[in-house]
């Protein structure tokens, strides 16, 4: 479910078209997805969402660490040493994934009116520039204004 409604997007996007719905559905959650690991946080539309965020993140990252150590433990059973190295090397990565998904639950914010309008912004560009070639025209990367938008809200990631 996207943050940001599908009224406010096509209202941003000027486009009352009800075929591309399904297209800026998917460019919208993208939008929100690169804002969200931009800011190295989850992003909630309320405060109610946050705090139920926050507070299941402890029990997803202890069945995170049980996987894990099943993992691990599976890994004793392979004699191969090149499989048990992958085996590890799989584990510890999805480990180190749920990990960065409990930091930025925990981390979380509520959308604030900088972070919706880097998402427009990106939901725009998206949108304006959803062929893989574009001809006749100058081809663009992200605003600059997303980035400026976002950094008074992104935090460093420390796992």
Same mark, same amino acid.
Do not use: W
């Given at each position: %479910?996207?943050?940001?409604? %599908? $009224?406010? =997007?096509? *209202?941003?996007?000027?486009?009352?078209?009800?075929?591309? *719905? +399904?297209?800026? @559905?998917?460019?919208?959650?993208?939008?929100?997805?690169?804002?969200?690991?931009?800011?190295?946080?989850?992003?909630?539309?309320?405060?109610?969402?946050? =705090?139920?965020?926050?507070?299941?993140?402890?029990?997803?990252? =202890?069945?995170?660490?049980? =996987?894990? @150590?099943?993992?691990?433990?599976?890994?004793?059973?392979? $004699?191969?040493?090149?499989?048990?190295?992958? %085996?590890? @090397?799989?584990? $510890?990565? $999805?480990?180190?994934?749920?990990?960065?998904?409990? +930091?930025?639950?925990?981390?979380? !914010?509520? !959308?604030?009116?900088?972070?919706?309008?880097? +998402?427009?912004?990106?939901?725009?560009?998206?949108?304006?520039?959803?062929?893989?070639?574009?001809?006749?025209?100058? !081809?663009?990367?992200?605003?600059?204004?997303?980035? /400026?938008?976002?950094?008074?809200?992104?935090?460093?990631?420390? /796992?």
């Amino acid at each position: %479910m996207n943050i940001i409604t %599908m $009224d406010v =997007a096509k *209202e941003h996007l000027r486009s009352f078209n009800c075929e591309e *719905e +399904v297209t800026i @559905d998917i460019y919208l959650e993208a939008a929100e997805r690169s804002a969200s690991m931009y800011l190295n946080r989850a992003i909630f539309y309320n405060a109610a969402a946050l =705090a139920t965020a926050k507070a299941a993140a402890p029990a997803g990252l =202890a069945a995170a660490t049980a =996987a894990y @150590d099943a993992a691990i433990l599976a890994t004793a059973l392979i $004699d191969n040493k090149d499989q048990k190295q992958l %085996m590890k @090397d799989v584990a $510890d990565a $999805d480990f180190r994934q749920e990990q960065m998904a409990y +930091v930025r639950a925990v981390r979380g !914010i509520v !959308i604030n009116k900088q972070i919706t309008a880097a +998402v427009l912004l990106t939901l725009g560009h998206l949108f304006e520039n959803r062929e893989e070639n574009v001809v006749a025209s100058s !081809i663009a990367a992200l605003p600059m204004g997303v980035q /400026v938008l976002l950094m008074p809200d992104r935090i460093s990631m420390g /796992v």
